[in-house]
Each structure stands twice: as structure tokens, then as C-alpha cells.
């Protein structure tokens, strides 16, 4: 059974705002009650419109003088020139519906020829450092994983616990949720979902700083690109974050973990209370 804040954040990124449970949820918000509620629509009453018979002419009723007079005018002649003359087809002016429902099929089009992003996150705290970490693999991380005692010697040079806990039910955050169906799970609803899921974190539990670290958690969560590292930035709604590479980018570049040493150690005042003059540094 998910928590009520992966439910959430599953049904915003479906766009689904208003929704009843067929049985009562474990760990559920409680149901609104005005939802329940039955407003009777009462419809007017159609107009009476009164038919009329139509006078029928009598068979007895010669031709009108105007009439006969321009059917006598008709020569040979201009028949003649109107057959010869060619026709013209003149399109008729596009109606505004069809050309609004022209735009959504070419939108959905252009939708359809992108590919949804495709992304595995796993949402970690450590102390009061909420951690939005990219799985190299796609899987969560095990103990003796590179990338994990990597991120376990980042945690000790930043002051804080190196056993992160795992947040809610402690299963990644995977893009995208389907693999089948009309959902639009383009990069947009991605962004929702990510950032849903970690401001429902952030309701039922603050944090000093949060840590972005690769390209997905940077570009999905703090929606920059992955050259915006080892900086902080303000998000809406889920307050000051530090950029981070990936795990297995500082890996393959040593020399990138001296520039993010630096960079922790200007924000490491918002989560170590008593700075002492001594440092630490991050394992080769």
C-alpha cells in the first residue's frame, strides 16, 4: 500500500483532481464530504413552437408575364458560351473549430514523435538534508554499490549522518509510470510528479537543505540543466537546494570533487550548527 504522499503526487501526475476510494485507505487523508454531495440540475422547459400549413397554388394558375418573358430571352447563344467557359472551384474559408481541432492533432503529433524522459530518483534524508539522488543503475542502492560509499563519504565530509534513511515507503522514483496508455508523461507532468513528491516530504517533515544530485534530479526537481552545479538555487515550493553531478559522474572525474568540496562547504552553515575551523575532505 503507497503513503498518502506517492498517492498524491501519482494521482496530480495523471491530472486527476477529484477522486473517491471504493474502500477506506490506510495512512488516507479523510474524504470531503461536499464531494458526496448530489446537486440536482433542474432543466427548462423546451419552447413551443406553433407550425403553420404552407398555402399550396392552385393547378389552375397560368404562368407569371416575368417569368415566360425570361425564358423566352434565353438565346442559343449564351448557352453556348456558358458551356464553354470553365468552372472555377472556390475552397470554402476553414471554420475556427476545425482549425482549432487541426492545432490539437498536430500538438498531440509532436507529443507523440518525443519520447517520454526516462529516469530512476530515490529519495533519501540524512540529518536535516533531505537527499534527491539519481540511480546509476536503476535499481536502489545496495552496500557495497561504488556510487553508494561514494555518497556515504559526501555525507561524512558534509558533517551529517552517512547511513541515509529512505523516504516513505522507500521505493525510487521511476519515469514513466506507464508504459502503455494516452497519459501524457512528457517532460512537463514529469517535473509535477517530482516535485510533488518531494514537497509532500517537506509537508510532514523540513529540511535545511535539499541536495540535487544528477542530471535528472537537477533538471526534473530544481528544473536546471545538468551544467548548473555546485550551486544554490531558491525552488518554489521546496525552498534551497545544492546541486550535485552525478555519482557516477564525480567517479570518472576526480578532479570535479575538489569544485564540489568547495561549493559544500559554502552552504554547509544552513545544515552543521557550530562550525569548528577544521575541515574535511572528501575520499579519492
Known sequence: MITESRRR???NAMQITTWLPRAELPFAAPSRPELLQIVETVSAPAPVVELRPTPQPSRSTAPEPAAAATAASASPAADAVRSVMPRIAVPEPKKPAAKAREAQVVAAEQKAAVPPPRFALQLLRAGNVLLLVELPTGESFQSRDPAYILLKDLLRAARLPDSPQQVGDGEPIRWPLLHRGSLDQGGEAARDYVQGVVAAELEQM????????????????GEVEADACYRELTIEGLGVALTMPGLEQL??????????WRAMRRSMPRWVIGLSGSTSSVHE
Request: proline share 7%; with cysteine.
Open 9 to 11: 503526487a501519482f494521482l
Open 206 to 221: 523540513g529540511c535545511a537543505c535539499l541536495w540535487l544530485i544528477g542530471s535528472p534530479a537537477l533538471r526534473f526537481a
Open 251 to 260: 567517479m570518472e572525474q576526480p578532479g570535479s570533487k575538489a569544485q564540489l
